[in-house]
């Protein structure tokens, strides 16, 4: 399919842009302006089944009150996807009892593929409270990446895509219906299962066999996700200057070396990104064997992000926790949790947005831990990776490059997109750089990410027209000449990484 590039489009500044959306949000809460409902309390619970086929039994509970100018007919729930998370066993309750879903038409399934429709007999009047509850079961996902894993003796569940999320009318005026100021999660696992969530412990307790956790979300939290296993434990838990690792064997090596670098690139995205939320204290390395390279779904190394940590597979581990190779894999998975839990790209800035980012950031620890020479490093690296690639595969502008195209132009884009972020600093300066990226998650957390926010807020931090930069850079192919002059002083005297680093690159 031909995909015209688009040269990104630069809205009001962010603030600019935040105080209007809290201005109408206000008015809309205060006075009902169209249809719309409130969800007044809402809960979930997620239960691990053992057996030779696992499965994750998912219930969410809604108390929600018609707020809106009409009587609502039906509302819209957007669920996750059928084959990526192997959901089956849908069913629904209104008011404890059971209720039809059916689709919505053809036209609204065509934005929302997901979505069911729930319809109201009689329909659902003004101020009246119903208790809604959605239930179903994950069973052999074909994701098993960033989303979802669910093996024999652990499972994960990312920060979005696996909650039924309830649909405002449609109506230009409705507000989407957010989250309570309380949200209880609970997870149930076996006795012996570790479990990371997020939210604050509020408890747990024990059933027979089994184990409830439970924890508390805040309106203020980021959506929830889980992380559990049976683990043996290397790291102190209540050290707030160390590492933890979770993997099914002791490890077989001392993880010295690991425990610094990753440290050391967990202190350089906090203090250049800013912080993430208050619980995550400390990064968490866990081992998920059913992680498969969220690239290519194969075989052979692999690491993917979950908030205040990252999944390896047992693949990964065999490189050795203090190899070069591993802590690569652990600094761009951890460079997620800023670009792509805190904050995510939106689906039209693909590759670019998506993977430049966290590479961008492993730039950015390179040259604290080695200065600007291992910066230079870095850069010329990606500029080998680039040329390289170039010579086995069509190039097409990074603007319209995604995940899902073919390998060999996936290539071109995962060497040229941090060579792109790499030009936006040397233009902005570094200072202004972070700032402007600190800006972006601090104001924008929890919401999708485009190339106008970008540019905004990178305008704003160095008072710099950087519209040129963004235009050469995603609508063009090649590399500028004046930045690879900058950087191609010495890169024939030293030895190219291009097999390895694309190699490595894919495996992430």
Same mark, same amino acid.
């Given at each position: ?302 690491? /993917?992000?979950?908030? #205040?940590? $990252?999944? *390896? ?7 050795? +926790?203090?190899? =070069? %190779? ?105 200072? /202004?750089?972070?700032? #402007?990226? $600190?800006? *972006? ?7 999708? +990410?485009?190339? =106008? %926010? ?55």
């Amino acid at each position: 399919m031909n995909r015209a590039p688009q040269t990104p489009r630069i809205g009001a500044p962010l603030s600019v842009a935040l105080a209007a959306a809290l201005v109408l949000g206000t008015a809309a809460c205060s006075v009902p302006l169209a249809p719309g409902y409130r969800i007044v309390k809402e809960s979930r619970e997620v239960e691990f089944v053992p057996s030779d086929a696992p499965e994750l039994r998912v219930r969410s509970e809604f108390t929600m009150v018609n707020s809106g100018t009409t009587d609502l007919p039906f509302i819209d729930i957007n669920l996750p996807d059928k084959k990526e998370y192997g959901r089956e066993d849908l069913r629904a309750e209104v008011d404890g009892r059971e209720a039809a879903l059916a689709k919505p038409p053809a036209d609204y399934q065509e934005e929302m593929p997901n979505a069911v429709r729930l319809e109201f007999n009689p329909p659902w009047k003004q101020k009246e409270k119903h208790q809604l509850a959605i239930e179903y079961a994950f069973r052999s996902p074909e994701d098993s990446g960033t989303h979802i894993t669910l093996g024999a003796d652990s499972f994960h569940l990312g920060s979005r895509g696996w909650s039924p999320v309830p649909q405002p009318p449609k109506h230009f005026m409705s507000p989407f219906p957010s989250r309570p100021d309380k949200t209880e999660l609970d997870i149930r696992v076996p006795a012996d299962f570790l479990v990371l969530a997020r939210g604050t412990s509020s408890g747990k307790r024990k059933e027979g066999g089994e184990i409830v956790h439970r924890f508390r979300l805040r309106a203020s939290d980021l959506a929830p996700y889980v992380v559990g296993g049976r683990y043996d434990v290397t790291g102190e838990e209540r050290n707030a200057g160390s590492v933890v690792f979770w993997t099914r064997q002791p490890l077989k090596e001392n993880p010295a070396t690991a425990d610094e670098r990753i440290e050391a690139a967990w202190v350089t995205l906090t203090t250049d990104f800013g912080p993430l939320d208050k619980n995550i204290r400390l990064p968490h390395v866990v081992e998920s064997p059913e992680l498969r390279s969220h690239v290519e779904r194969g075989p052979g190394p692999a690491a /993917a992000a979950f908030p #205040g940590g $990252a999944l *390896v597979n047992p693949e990964a581990l065999a490189l050795g +926790v203090n190899s =070069d %190779d591993f802590l690569e894999m652990i600094t761009h998975a951890l460079a997620h949790n800023w670009f792509g839990d805190e904050v995510y790209p939106s689906p039209n800035a693909g590759l670019g947005m998506g993977e430049g980012l966290p590479e961008y950031a492993t730039i950015v620890i390179d040259e604290s831990r080695n200065g600007a020479a291992g910066r230079k490093r870095r850069v010329e690296q990606y500029l080998h990776e680039y040329d390289d690639a170039v010579q086995h595969g069509k190039e097409e502008p990074l603007a319209v490059t995604m995940l899902y195209d073919p390998a060999a132009q996936r290539r071109i884009g995962l060497a040229k997109a941090p060579l792109f972020f790499a030009a936006l600093e040397d233009a902005c300066g570094q200072s /202004a750089m972070q700032k #402007g990226l $600190a800006r *972006v998650v601090a104001l924008l957390r929890g919401k999708e +990410v485009g190339y =106008d %926010d970008l540019r905004a807020a990178l305008e704003q931090s160095s008072g710099k027209n950087l519209g040129e930069i963004f235009r050469v850079w995603l609508n063009q192919k090649g590399i500028p000449e004046d930045f690879r002059q900058r950087y191609e002083d010495n890169t024939a005297e030293e030895a190219s990484p291009t097999r390895d680093g694309t190699a490595k690159m894919e495996q992430r």
